[in-house]
Every structure is written in structure tokens, then in C-alpha cells.
């Protein structure tokens, strides 16, 4: 366990939630702070959805606060009392980072996307001039499908369960990336002919869950992906490698964010 040394010039971050007992981005911060001399600790903001309002008020007077991770269920309500959003929060209108400035200006970003393509690509898996199927459109899939069109994809097709969600996706990333063909499908859509299958539906989290694609209906070199971190092999990984495809976990998307993240709460890791 680090121990670290606060003083009045700490800097200090915080991790918004609600409930908050499950975060983890003190245990992954605090160490990189301690093993990189870097004069800041990550505390829990423990903020109920109705109190939010008060707590950001506060948190903008409090001039020893630098920045702040965000998770369910802030992300969308933080995105609109920011006073700018990168690119990454204002195509999926959530934050799950803000930083404040000299002026205690609220700046906030979304880093799911970006985080998700530098994993995979971490991984060794190229997205320029692939056919990519992406399996959902919730919140995770919207930043994800933006991030594979401007990671270099030819074609996104997004199959959900709700067509409706995917068509709209479809449509908003197809205006930002022209260059990718990018369509909605039903969720039973032909998983046949693609180069990556995403899933990104919270199907496999719990023991029990379909699989949210038939694996025997995949091409023999399509490599399938999945961003659930727990479990870290879901039955849809299982079957993958069983069948002979190649795979690539969830955890680097969110290994990928926290760098991501960190540098742009103004605390860079060292790699
Ligand atoms: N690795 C990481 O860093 C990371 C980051 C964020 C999220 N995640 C994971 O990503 C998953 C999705 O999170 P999210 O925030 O995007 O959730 P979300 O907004 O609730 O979206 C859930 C998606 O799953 C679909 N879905 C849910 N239940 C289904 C069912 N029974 N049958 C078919 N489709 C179903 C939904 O379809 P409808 O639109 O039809 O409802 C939607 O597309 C979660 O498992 C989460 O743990 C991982």
C-alpha cells in the first residue's frame, strides 16, 4: 500500500460516482502518483445525482482541486455544466473527465472511444480499410463508433437491439466520417464478412447471458473484441478462441483511458 506525503501543495483530483464503494481509479492513480513523484492524491466524491449542482459549486471554489474522473450516473449531467467539451464528450454528450483551469473554468472530455481504439490497436489490429461490426449503441458503443470511423475504418455496421438507436448512431457518425460507410442493422443482423466484431452490449457481464453474436456465423479470420472488463474471459471470448478466432480483451480500453485521462487532467504518467 503507498504511502503517500499531502501537503498544502498537493494537488488533488477527485473520482465522482454514485454509489461510489466499487470505483477504482484511487487504486490505479494513487500508486502512478507515488512511483512518478507527482505531488497529488485521488480521493472518492461520494455525490447523489440531486446534490450534483452544490457539489460542482463547491468543487469550482476549491482551488486545490485539479480535476475529476467521472462515472455513472454523472457523465451526461457533468457534460452540461462544463464550460467546453473536447471532441470526445461532445459527440456522445457525457464526460467522464473535467479539468479545471486557472479560472475555474470547467473543461470536460470523453475518453471511451479514444481509449477503446488505442487498446485494440495496442493489441496489434490495424482499423485502416477494415469492415468493423459493432454489436450495441448504449454509451460505451456511441463513443466507440465514432473513435473506429476516425480510427481509418471502411465500413461500420452497428447492430442493436433497438434499430433505432443504431440507425441515429449510424447516421451522426457517417456525417462526422464521411470517408466510412457506416449503417444500422437489427441485433440478428448477418455477423458473416467483417474483419472485427465489437461487442459492445453489457451481454456476458452476468453468468446466463446469451451471447450477443453466433460465433459459427463468424468468418474464420474475423478477431472478435469485447470491452466488459468483468469477467475478463466472457463467454463470448470463450467461444471465440474455441472457435479459432483471434481475441482481444476489455481491460486495455480502460488500461489505454486512464493515460489518456491522466495527462489530460494535467498529471501525465510516464510510460
Ligand atoms: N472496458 C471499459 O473501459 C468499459 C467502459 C465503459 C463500459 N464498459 C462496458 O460496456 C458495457 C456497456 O456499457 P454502456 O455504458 O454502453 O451500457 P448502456 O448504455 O446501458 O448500453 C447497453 C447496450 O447493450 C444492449 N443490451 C443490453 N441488454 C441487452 C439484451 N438483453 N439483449 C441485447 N442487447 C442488450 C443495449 O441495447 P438497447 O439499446 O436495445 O437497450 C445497448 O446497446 C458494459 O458491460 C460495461 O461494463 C466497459
Do not use: W
Request: net charge negative.
Amino acid at each position: 500500500m503507498p504511502t503517500l506525503t499531502i501537503t498544502g501543495k498537493t494537488t488533488v483530483y477527485g473520482i465522482l460516482a454514485h454509489p461510489i464503494d466499487h470505483v477504482r481509479a484511487p487504486t490505479v492513480f494513487n500508486p502512478q502518483f507515488e512511483t512518478h513523484g507527482i505531488d497529488a492524491v485521488m480521493v472518492p466524491f461520494h455525490v447523489h445525482p440531486d446534490d450534483l449542482p452544490a457539489a460542482v459549486a463547491g468543487m469550482k471554489a476549491n482551488r486545490s482541486l485539479r480535476g475529476l474522473c467521472v462515472t455513472v450516473p454523472h457523465k451526461v449531467a457533468i457534460a452540461e455544466m462544463c464550460d467546453e467539451l473536447g471532441a470526445g464528450a461532445k459527440r456522445v454528450g457525457a464526460a467522464n473527465a473535467v479539468l479545471f483551469d486557472a479560472d475555474r473554468r470547467m473543461i470536460g472530455d470523453n475518453f471511451d472511444g479514444q481509449g477503446y481504439v488505442a487498446g485494440v490497436k495496442a493489441g496489434g489490429f490495424d482499423f485502416t480499410g477494415k469492415d468493423v461490426l459493432q454489436l450495441g449503441a448504449g454509451g460505451a458503443g456511441m463513443a466507440i463508433a465514432f473513435a473506429v470511423a476516425e480510427a481509418g475504418a471502411a465500413s461500420l455496421s452497428i447492430a442493436n437491439r433497438t434499430v433505432a438507436k443504431a440507425d441515429e448512431l449510424a447516421s451522426r457518425v457517417h456525417k462526422l466520417f464521411p470517408g466510412c460507410a457506416v449503417r444500422g442493422l437489427p441485433a440478428d443482423a448477418d455477423p458473416a464478412g467483417y474483419d472485427l466484431v465489437i461487442n459492445t452490449t453489457s451481454l456476458g457481464l452476468h453468468d446466463g447471458d446469451p451471447l450477443p453474436v453466433d460465433i459459427a456465423r463468424l468468418d474464420a479470420a474475423t478477431v472478435v473484441s469485447e470491452i466488459i472488463m468483468i469477467p475478463e474471459e466472457t463467454a463470448l471470448l470463450k467461444a471465440a478462441k474455441a472457435g479459432g478466432h483471434a481475441v482481444h480483451y476489455g481491460r486495455p480500453m480502460l488500461d489505454e483511458q486512464i493515460k489518456l485521462i491522466a495527462a489530460f487532467i494535467g498529471c501525465p504518467i510516464p510510460a
